[in-house]
């Protein structure tokens, strides 16, 4: 697969607009692709938000379609510059990111967060503790490596509280409540890492997070129908977007990718209903606190 070296949804933008374009102008691939001199191939690239879309491509299509001097062409030249800046996450090896990178450009310019974790807790919430040992003990990644995956977290991390250019990302996570019991590293990791949780969310004297919010669901609840494997639905809350937002599942195969904007509103109920299953929030923090007072 090719490497995401930029955030996507600058890409997404173009394509969503370009293929609304030519269906318009009720012209196929092969009909622009033959005006334009370029491989039906490559415009098919552009409508699929595949690779990384050239200044002169978009200036040839704007011309084509006949929009220039209007709004839509400005906002195809801004998105245009936008998807050449490159993402922070491409300092580091593919032998590092190993197809994390689509992951990290949907969550880099997203606006909300909507997961759901098991069997561990979810990785914007992880210490680096608990986190190093998932990576050494379940992803039996290389000692070399771990550094590298680390510093990669504490940059994610780091949106929950300030992002350049945005506000900070807005987490509503669903956890299953396996994933309080689960041991990880050993029985004082988890047991700081549930102490971590408790004071990130519901700090001692302090003001909870805005932006953050942790449910439990538990061992009593019904089966939802998302409940059986990670992942992370991307909202995107830009007055430009149609539709953009999206899937993005985590298997032991790799990770899978749901664009369809029927699919991902499917997802999206049922993300709901995994909230309004689960405890709330308060009750989620008491589950967590009982679970650590038994550790």
């Known amino acids: 697969m090719e490497r995401v070296s930029g955030t996507l949804g600058p890409r997404r933008r173009i394509a969503t607009t370009l293929k609304r374009l030519r269906e318009e102008s009720n012209q196929n691939l092969a009909d622009v692709a ?10 098919s690239r552009l409508e699929n938000a595949q690779g990384k879309p050239r200044p002169r491509d978009i200036r040839d299509l704007i011309r084509h379609y006949g929009i220039e001097d209007t ?14 800046t490159p993402g922070w996450w491409t300092d580091f090896d593919d032998d ?18 909507r997961v759901y974790t098991l069997p561990f807790l979810p990785a914007l919430l992880q210490t680096d503790e ?3 040992a998932v990576y050494r003990d379940m992803e039996q990644r290389s000692a070399d490596k771990i ?7 504490k940059t994610r991390r780091e949106a929950l509280v300030s992002r350049e250019g945005l506000g ?8 299953h409540e396996s994933t309080l019991h689960q041991m990880v590293g050993s029985p004082e990791i988890l047991r700081d890492q549930l102490d971590a949780l408790l004071d990130r969310l519901d ?24 409940m059986t494997c990670m992942y992370a ?6 007055p430009e977007d149609l539709e953009q937002d999206v899937v993005n599942i985590e298997t032991h195969a790799g990770w899978w990718s749901i664009e369809d904007p029927e699919q991902v509103r499917q997802y999206r109920n049922w993300h709901d209903a995994l909230v309004s299953t689960a405890l709330n929030q308060d009750d989620s923090l008491d589950l967590i606190r009982s679970v650590r007072n038994s550790k």
């Open 168 to 175: 900070p990302l807005r987490l509503e996570a669903v956890t």
């Open 130 to 132: 608990y986190a190093e």
């Open 71 to 84: 709004q839509e062409a400005a906002r195809l030249k801004r998105w245009v510059t936008s998807a050449q």
């Open 147 to 153: 550094p590298q995956l680390m510093e990669i977290r």
């Open 34 to 43: 033959r005006e334009l001199m370029i491989s039906t191939s490559k415009l």
């Open 233 to 238: 639905y991307f909202e995107y809350l830009d």
């Open 96 to 113: 590092v990111l190993e197809q994390l990178d689509a992951h990290l450009a949907y969550e880099a310019d997203a606006t909300v967060a």
């Open 203 to 226: 700090p001692p004297g302090g003001q909870r997070p805005e932006n953050i919010r942790l449910y439990v669901l538990p061992f009593t609840a019904l089966p939802v129908r998302t």
